[in-house]
Protein backbone atom coordinates (compact mmCIF):
# COMPACT_ATOMS: atom_id res chain seq x y z
CA UNK A 1 0.00 0.00 0.00
CA UNK A 2 1.40 3.25 -0.95
CA UNK A 3 2.28 6.14 1.30
CA UNK A 4 -0.32 8.62 0.39
CA UNK A 5 -2.87 5.71 0.58
CA UNK A 6 -1.79 4.90 4.00
CA UNK A 7 -1.68 8.70 5.39
CA UNK A 8 -5.03 9.22 4.19
CA UNK A 9 -6.89 6.19 5.73
CA UNK A 10 -5.20 7.85 9.13
CA UNK A 11 -6.77 10.85 8.40
CA UNK A 12 -9.56 9.37 7.62
CA UNK A 13 -9.64 7.21 10.34
CA UNK A 14 -9.05 10.24 13.31
CA UNK A 15 -11.37 12.25 11.73
CA UNK A 16 -14.64 10.34 10.69
CA UNK A 17 -15.64 9.39 14.66
CA UNK A 18 -15.40 13.18 15.84
CA UNK A 19 -17.14 14.08 12.22
CA UNK A 20 -19.92 11.38 12.93
CA UNK A 21 -20.66 12.41 16.64
CA UNK A 22 -20.55 16.47 15.74
CA UNK A 23 -23.49 15.16 12.91
CA UNK A 24 -24.88 13.34 15.84
CA UNK A 25 -25.28 15.87 17.88
CA UNK A 26 -26.20 18.60 15.61
CA UNK A 27 -28.66 16.65 14.30
CA UNK A 28 -30.27 15.63 17.50
CA UNK A 29 -29.97 19.50 18.77
CA UNK A 30 -31.87 20.35 15.65
CA UNK A 31 -34.89 17.67 16.13
CA UNK A 32 -35.31 18.58 20.01
CA UNK A 33 -35.18 22.49 19.05
CA UNK A 34 -37.96 22.12 16.24
CA UNK A 35 -40.12 20.33 18.75
CA UNK A 36 -39.71 22.16 21.25
CA UNK A 37 -40.78 24.92 18.53
CA UNK A 38 -43.88 22.99 17.85
CA UNK A 39 -44.75 22.67 21.09
CA UNK A 40 -44.60 26.41 21.75
CA UNK A 41 -46.60 26.73 18.77
CA UNK A 42 -49.27 24.55 19.64
CA UNK A 43 -49.49 25.82 23.13
CA UNK A 44 -49.67 29.10 22.41
CA UNK A 45 -52.53 28.19 19.59
CA UNK A 46 -54.23 26.56 22.17
CA UNK A 47 -54.08 29.24 24.68
CA UNK A 48 -55.43 32.13 21.83
CA UNK A 49 -58.16 29.74 20.71
CA UNK A 50 -59.06 28.96 24.54
CA UNK A 51 -59.27 32.91 25.31
CA UNK A 52 -61.02 33.84 22.49
CA UNK A 53 -63.60 31.36 22.66
CA UNK A 54 -64.01 32.46 26.40
CA UNK A 55 -63.97 36.32 25.60
CA UNK A 56 -66.72 35.38 22.91
CA UNK A 57 -68.84 32.82 25.41
CA UNK A 58 -68.14 36.33 27.85
CA UNK A 59 -69.63 38.68 25.45
CA UNK A 60 -72.76 36.68 25.09
CA UNK A 61 -73.12 36.69 29.03
CA UNK A 62 -72.52 40.31 29.68
CA UNK A 63 -75.16 40.70 26.56
CA UNK A 64 -77.91 38.57 28.85
CA UNK A 65 -76.77 40.94 31.66
CA UNK A 66 -77.81 43.64 30.60
CA UNK A 67 -81.22 42.43 30.71
CA UNK A 68 -80.72 42.57 34.17
CA UNK A 69 -78.49 45.00 35.51
CA UNK A 70 -79.10 47.58 32.45
CA UNK A 71 -80.21 51.27 34.19
CA UNK A 72 -80.33 54.54 33.30
CA UNK A 73 -81.61 57.69 34.57
CA UNK A 74 -85.53 57.13 33.47
CA UNK A 75 -85.64 53.24 33.57
CA UNK A 76 -84.51 49.66 33.97
CA UNK A 77 -84.46 47.08 31.65
CA UNK A 78 -86.50 44.78 35.10
CA UNK A 79 -88.95 47.34 34.99
CA UNK A 80 -89.61 46.99 31.88
CA UNK A 81 -89.89 43.36 32.60
CA UNK A 82 -91.56 43.51 35.64
CA UNK A 83 -95.07 44.95 33.70
CA UNK A 84 -94.94 41.34 31.78
CA UNK A 85 -94.20 39.50 34.66
CA UNK A 86 -97.29 38.55 35.14
CA UNK A 87 -98.86 35.59 33.53
CA UNK A 88 -102.94 36.41 33.87
CA UNK A 89 -102.30 39.92 32.79
CA UNK A 90 -102.79 40.80 28.72
CA UNK A 91 -101.06 43.58 27.08
CA UNK A 92 -101.70 45.09 23.73
CA UNK A 93 -99.68 45.74 20.91
CA UNK A 94 -99.18 49.06 21.84
CA UNK A 95 -97.75 48.17 25.41
CA UNK A 96 -95.29 45.83 23.37
CA UNK A 97 -94.62 48.36 20.85
CA UNK A 98 -93.64 51.02 24.09
CA UNK A 99 -91.57 48.08 25.92
CA UNK A 100 -89.34 47.59 22.68
CA UNK A 101 -88.77 51.13 22.20
CA UNK A 102 -87.35 51.27 25.73
CA UNK A 103 -85.20 48.36 25.18
CA UNK A 104 -84.15 49.28 21.55
CA UNK A 105 -80.74 51.26 22.64
CA UNK A 106 -79.59 48.30 24.58
CA UNK A 107 -80.33 46.02 21.77
CA UNK A 108 -78.96 48.30 19.04
CA UNK A 109 -75.28 48.45 21.69
CA UNK A 110 -75.15 44.92 21.60
CA UNK A 111 -75.28 44.27 17.84
CA UNK A 112 -72.95 47.11 17.03
CA UNK A 113 -70.23 45.61 19.63
CA UNK A 114 -71.14 41.66 18.57
CA UNK A 115 -72.06 41.49 14.77
CA UNK A 116 -72.03 38.33 15.55
CA UNK A 117 -75.30 38.76 17.20
CA UNK A 118 -78.47 38.43 14.89
CA UNK A 119 -81.02 39.27 17.73
CA UNK A 120 -82.15 39.57 20.91
CA UNK A 121 -85.67 38.30 22.01
CA UNK A 122 -87.35 37.69 25.83
CA UNK A 123 -90.65 35.44 25.92
CA UNK A 124 -92.07 36.96 28.72
CA UNK A 125 -94.93 34.74 31.62
CA UNK A 126 -97.42 36.93 30.13
CA UNK A 127 -97.00 35.53 26.84
CA UNK A 128 -95.73 39.08 24.95
CA UNK A 129 -92.52 38.71 23.23
CA UNK A 130 -90.48 41.87 23.46
CA UNK A 131 -86.59 42.57 21.13
CA UNK A 132 -85.03 43.48 18.24
CA UNK A 133 -83.23 42.05 15.25
CA UNK A 134 -80.41 43.00 13.14
CA UNK A 135 -82.44 41.13 9.82
CA UNK A 136 -79.65 38.67 9.06
CA UNK A 137 -81.64 35.56 10.08
CA UNK A 138 -84.93 37.30 9.47
CA UNK A 139 -87.29 38.03 12.04
CA UNK A 140 -89.02 35.85 14.98
CA UNK A 141 -91.89 34.08 13.16
CA UNK A 142 -95.20 35.87 13.70
CA UNK A 143 -96.94 34.36 17.40
CA UNK A 144 -94.15 32.32 18.24
CA UNK A 145 -95.15 30.40 21.45
CA UNK A 146 -91.64 28.28 23.17
CA UNK A 147 -93.54 27.00 26.03
CA UNK A 148 -93.46 23.73 24.42
CA UNK A 149 -90.20 23.43 23.18
CA UNK A 150 -87.50 21.36 24.56
CA UNK A 151 -84.77 24.12 24.53
CA UNK A 152 -87.41 26.49 26.51
CA UNK A 153 -88.28 23.57 29.03
CA UNK A 154 -84.48 23.46 29.52
CA UNK A 155 -83.55 26.51 29.64
CA UNK A 156 -86.29 26.91 32.91
CA UNK A 157 -84.55 23.89 34.39
CA UNK A 158 -81.18 25.70 34.38
CA UNK A 159 -82.12 28.33 36.31
CA UNK A 160 -79.87 31.36 35.07
CA UNK A 161 -77.51 29.38 33.57
CA UNK A 162 -76.62 29.61 29.46
CA UNK A 163 -78.30 26.86 27.35
CA UNK A 164 -76.48 26.61 23.64
CA UNK A 165 -78.87 25.06 20.90
CA UNK A 166 -76.90 23.18 18.45
CA UNK A 167 -75.89 25.01 14.82
CA UNK A 168 -78.85 24.35 12.85
CA UNK A 169 -81.92 25.98 10.25
CA UNK A 170 -83.75 27.77 13.40
CA UNK A 171 -87.61 27.03 13.10
CA UNK A 172 -88.46 29.81 14.55
CA UNK A 173 -86.98 32.22 12.63
CA UNK A 174 -87.90 33.26 9.01
CA UNK A 175 -84.67 34.06 7.35
CA UNK A 176 -84.30 29.98 6.46
CA UNK A 177 -80.29 30.63 7.79
CA UNK A 178 -77.93 28.07 9.61
CA UNK A 179 -77.50 30.01 13.16
CA UNK A 180 -77.47 28.93 17.15
CA UNK A 181 -78.64 30.46 20.07
CA UNK A 182 -77.93 31.38 23.55
CA UNK A 183 -80.91 31.26 26.26
CA UNK A 184 -81.57 32.10 29.67
CA UNK A 185 -84.06 32.60 32.31
CA UNK A 186 -84.53 36.17 33.81
CA UNK A 187 -84.43 36.88 37.26
CA UNK A 188 -85.21 40.11 39.11
CA UNK A 189 -82.00 40.40 41.51
CA UNK A 190 -83.95 41.52 44.40
CA UNK A 191 -87.14 39.51 44.18
CA UNK A 192 -85.87 36.77 42.51
CA UNK A 193 -89.33 36.79 40.65
CA UNK A 194 -89.19 35.19 37.00
CA UNK A 195 -89.09 37.89 34.13
CA UNK A 196 -89.17 35.66 31.07
CA UNK A 197 -86.68 33.53 29.04
CA UNK A 198 -84.19 35.44 26.48
CA UNK A 199 -83.25 34.28 23.94
CA UNK A 200 -79.54 35.58 21.48
CA UNK A 201 -79.61 34.57 17.94
CA UNK A 202 -75.93 33.97 16.71
CA UNK A 203 -73.96 33.63 13.89
CA UNK A 204 -72.27 30.12 13.66
CA UNK A 205 -68.70 32.23 13.03
CA UNK A 206 -69.32 33.10 17.09
CA UNK A 207 -67.02 29.42 17.46
CA UNK A 208 -65.41 29.81 14.12
CA UNK A 209 -62.04 30.13 15.30
CA UNK A 210 -59.88 29.22 11.81
CA UNK A 211 -58.33 33.00 12.18
CA UNK A 212 -56.96 31.70 15.56
CA UNK A 213 -55.52 28.52 14.68
CA UNK A 214 -53.09 29.83 12.29
CA UNK A 215 -49.34 29.16 12.24
CA UNK A 216 -47.77 32.62 13.22
CA UNK A 217 -45.48 34.61 10.77
CA UNK A 218 -41.73 33.60 10.89
CA UNK A 219 -39.39 37.19 10.98
CA UNK A 220 -35.51 36.50 10.11
CA UNK A 221 -33.26 39.27 11.89
CA UNK A 222 -29.69 39.10 10.43
CA UNK A 223 -27.29 41.52 13.09
CA UNK A 224 -24.90 42.63 10.77
CA UNK A 225 -21.66 44.50 12.56
Known sequence: MKLR???FLLILL????????ITFLAYTRYVS???DRMDEISENMFHNAVSTLNDRLNSIDQSAGLFTFYADSEFTIVDVLEDFSDPSKQHDNLEVLKANNKIKFVCQNVFYSYPYIYGLYVFTPSGATLGHTTGNDGDLLYRYDPSKENWYQQTQALKGKLYISSVADQPMFSGHKQSLFFSKALYDVYTH???GI?????????FDLSKVNTMPDIT???LKD
Open 193 to 195: RFL
Open 5 to 7: TKI
Open 33 to 35: TTY
Open 220 to 222: LFQ
Open 198 to 206: LLIDCDPSL
Open 14 to 21: IALPPLIL
